[in-house]
């Protein structure tokens, strides 16, 4: 890459995870490296329209619920330069054209920072497939795999990775026939913990300490998905996530461990309450570090996923028992997040993470496009 890159950082989105979403583009793009590389801002406002440029960042910035660090006046200008906008078409009146084959028209490389469905459940690859525009993180099947926590336990547990016991639930199941739900799921004892099956970012779920609380908490996750899961509690466990980089040669950094400042770690707790530890590294054996880098690595594989994803563990205090609990394909990358963390702390810096990022989109599209389309 002996010249600038123009990258196209996505943000925002139509999924629940709209504002955190914008607190990980902010991070990106004040500091991918303005020497390599040009940046576009493409904003996805919450209801589907487009917006590049100029427009986007402040537009999508004001309405969110989240710290964004500081004001529009703060952001480099490159970031809101209109000079920005040539990937967008003006239509008379001033209008934005907003098909995606305009605001991608001029782009190099599109970076996705768009956390939970519609941006990281494989649409948005999809669309950007079609476009023939290299693009960070993994690929349409496997970003869609891993988005879903139904299907992706099924494929790790195929492959060998240890996972808790869970049960699938269907809304219309829950619907139809509450009672014997519930029954199913008490099966696995108490606690359990509830979730939308394709959300992320600790969205909609719940810690359920017993059969009292199960009903609201399944509620709650099937406000925002048709399908839900429930996962048996790990007794004590410790929270350690693996970051994991590359794409047909995969490296995990150092484990980190999270010690969140509430019962478990929640959307608060991630984005907004600042009192949660990170520990890097994790306080761990040599042996078990080890064993937790190489399960990492072999759901990453499994999963066949590339450029980047995080990797997080459950493993019950004072034991030896390691339990996969899910991978995230567009981690978090706000200055708190855990993913740039340990990679900073394995030795490869926040910038030079993202230019990483880049080259592996790059490559990634280079080595697919030797692949025939034709007989």
Not at 3 to 22: A, D, K, P
Not at 161 to 188: H, K
Not at 270 to 293: C, F, H, T, V
Request: charged share 25%; glycine share 8%; aromatic share 6%.
């Amino acid at each position: 890459m002996s010249q600038r890159i123009r990258v196209g950082v996505m943000f925002g989105g139509r999924s629940g995870e709209h504002e955190v979403s914008l607190a990980s583009a902010y991070s990106v793009m004040t500091h991918l490296d303005p020497a390599r590389f040009d940046v576009v801002p493409i904003g996805i406002a919450k209801d589907g329209r487009w917006l590049a440029g100029g427009e986007a960042w402040p537009q999508l910035r004001a309405d969110a619920r989240i710290a964004l660090g500081p004001s529009d006046a703060d952001v480099p200008r490159g970031l809101l330069d209109e000079t920005n906008a040539g990937a967008l078409t003006r239509l008379p009146g001033g209008a934005l054209e907003t098909r995606p084959a305009a605001v991608l028209g001029q782009i190099d490389v599109v970076f996705p920072v768009l956390h939970g469905t519609n941006g990281e459940d494989g649409t948005m690859q999809g669309l950007l497939e079609l476009a023939d525009l290299p693009y960070v993180g993994p690929g349409v099947a496997a970003s869609a795999l891993a988005m879903d926590k139904v299907q992706s336990k099924r494929v790790l547990e195929s492959a060998g990775i240890p996972q808790c016991d869970w049960r699938e639930v269907r809304r219309c199941d829950l619907e139809r026939d509450p009672e014997r739900v519930l029954a199913t799921c008490a099966e696995m004892g108490w606690p359990v913990f509830v979730k939308p099956a394709n959300l992320g970012s600790s969205v909609g779920i719940s810690k359920v300490h017993g059969p009292d609380e199960l009903p609201a908490a399944l509620a709650l996750a099937a406000r925002f998905d048709r399908r839900l899961i429930v996962e048996a509690g790990v007794p004590d466990a410790r929270e350690i996530e693996v970051a994991v980089l590359g794409n047909d040669e995969p490296q995990a950094s150092v484990a980190g461990e999270v010690v969140p400042c509430e019962e478990f770690y929640s959307y608060e707790a991630k984005y907004i309450n600042p009192d949660s530890e990170l520990m890097i590294p994790a306080p761990l054996s040599e042996a078990m570090a080890q064993r937790i880098g190489e399960l990492a690595i072999a759901a990453y594989r499994a999963l066949d996923l590339a450029g980047l994803s995080r990797v997080d563990f459950l493993v019950p205090r004072g034991t030896e028992e390691i339990y996969l609990n899910e991978v995230n394909t567009i981690p978090g990358f706000t200055p708190i997040s855990m993913y740039p963390k340990l990679w900073a702390a394995s030795g490869l810096s926040y910038d030079d993470l993202l230019a990483r990022l880049v080259e592996l989109a790059v490559e990634r599209h280079r080595d697919k496009s030797r692949s025939a389309t034709s007989i």
